[in-house]
């Protein structure tokens, strides 16, 4: 079968002027011997051989690399879109200048709450400088969206940090749960919550929010409301299960290769592109053998018995696996939370 790789998520460096309590990737410092401008190059270039659509840039942080501006606009000057996701912090009209020039397609700013709770996880005055970096960027035309990473904490804040972000113009708002990997497993971020209730807040603001709001690929599944809940009312945007190696992949700033960004322990590394090309990762039809040959025997737990597991295939690879190891069992389904 062939596999037509639409989105890629590209760690573009470890360095961050943060040491978040949740950060799955532990970033801070630089990893060694991190890709170079020339290697990086070469990267967007064989990204768009495979016809590649969309390409989100991560960190760390990635205004901490200074050639970020020559990879952003390697690719979309191909016709790549990218989008930028930052914690906010150095945000300048000079950035935003820059981000402009590079016809960069959006930005999404990190932030996970009213400022007790996000300053808690991140660092101190981190909440009111990704509120500038949020009126910078949309006064400035570019569109911008937000991504927060739920825990326990955070989502009885939910309505209340929903009526701090309708003052701004974002164009989206997405809600994504805490992963007990890396920085959060260290730390023992209380990762865990009822999604049912993430799932009847979006429910109950998701038609009068002035931007679109939904939750991310680990939130879900099959409840009543799964056909609008993903930032797409239409009531037929359903999860479909996890795309790890069947449409998207993850990139480290080492050049590492996994199925999914969120995947980040080293048995889901699928290759290296110092030593072989994209092009020969993706198309070997051995690889990513965890989706790409799933069938519903697979399933465990509840899920091996839900009417629903094969459409599903369990939910989150990347959750399921940090949260109890087991990769093709959702260990918090909202279906199952509604029904238990």
């Known amino acids: 079968?062939?596999?037509?790789?639409?989105?890629?998520?590209?760690?573009?460096?470890?360095?961050?002027?943060?040491?978040?309590?949740?950060?799955?990737?532990?970033?801070?410092?630089?990893?060694?011997?991190?890709?170079?401008?020339?290697?990086?190059?070469?990267?967007?270039?064989?990204?768009k051989e495979l016809h590649c659509e969309r390409v989100s840039l991560i960190g760390g942080e990635i205004f901490m690399r200074r050639d970020w501006r020559e990879i952003v606009l390697r690719m979309t000057s191909q016709g790549i879109r990218v989008n930028l996701i930052t914690n906010g912090f150095l945000f300048?009209?000079?950035?935003?200048?820059?981000?402009?020039?590079c016809r960069?397609?959006?930005?999404?700013?990190?932030?996970?709450?009213?400022?007790?709770?996000?300053d808690k996880y991140r660092q101190t005055g981190s909440y009111d400088r990704a509120l500038r970096a949020l009126d910078t960027l949309t006064r400035s035309g570019i569109p911008t969206s937000v991504i927060s990473t739920l825990n326990a904490e955070n989502v009885p804040l939910l309505e209340a940090f929903y009526g701090i972000l309708k003052e701004y113009p974002i164009f989206a708002w997405q809600l994504q749960a805490c992963s007990p990997?890396?920085?959060?497993?260290?730390?023992?971020?209380?990762?865990?919550f009822e999604q049912r209730k993430v799932i009847a807040f979006v429910r109950e603001y998701a038609r009068k929010a002035p931007f679109a709001l939904g939750v991310a690929d680990?939130?879900?599944?099959?409840?009543?409301?799964?056909?609008?809940?993903?930032?797409?009312?239409?009531g037929e945007a359903y999860f479909k299960g996890c795309c790890a190696g069947i449409s998207s992949i993850g990139i480290d700033s080492v050049g590492?290769?996994?199925?999914?960004?969120?995947?980040?322990?080293?048995?889901?590394?699928?290759?290296?592109?110092?030593?072989?090309?994209?092009?020969?990762?993706?198309?070997?039809?051995?690889?990513?053998?965890?989706?790409?040959?799933?069938?519903?025997?697979d399933l465990t737990g509840d899920c091996a018995t839900c009417?629903?597991?094969?459409?599903?295939?369990?939910g989150c690879r990347s959750y399921n696996y940090f949260v109890h190891g087991r990769m093709f069992e959702s260990p918090c389904c909202a279906r199952l939370e509604e029904t238990s």
């Not at 037509?4 to 360095?15: D, F, I, K, Y």
């Not at 009417?307 to 369990?314: Q, S, V």
Request: aromatic share 10%.
């Open 1 to 47: 079968m062939n596999y037509h790789l639409a989105r890629c998520v590209w760690e573009l460096t470890l360095a961050c002027c943060f040491s978040c309590k949740y950060c799955g990737s532990m970033g801070g410092k630089a990893r060694e011997n991190e890709l170079t401008t020339r290697e990086c190059l070469s990267v967007a270039d064989q990204l």
């Open 92 to 101: 300048t009209e000079a950035l935003i200048r820059e981000l402009k020039d």
């Open 104 to 118: 960069v397609e959006s930005v999404s700013v990190s932030l996970d709450g009213p400022r007790e709770v996000h």
């Open 181 to 192: 990997m890396g920085n959060a497993a260290r730390y023992g971020v209380p990762f865990r």
């Open 218 to 234: 680990n939130i879900g599944y099959f409840t009543p409301e799964e056909g609008s809940i993903r930032g797409n009312l239409s």
């Open 256 to 297: 590492n290769v996994r199925g999914c960004e969120s995947m980040y322990d080293e048995r889901f590394i699928e290759g290296n592109l110092r030593q072989e090309s994209l092009r020969k990762i993706w198309e070997d039809p051995d690889r990513f053998a965890y989706n790409r040959g799933f069938t519903k025997d």
């Open 307 to 314: 009417e629903l597991g094969e459409y599903c295939g369990g």
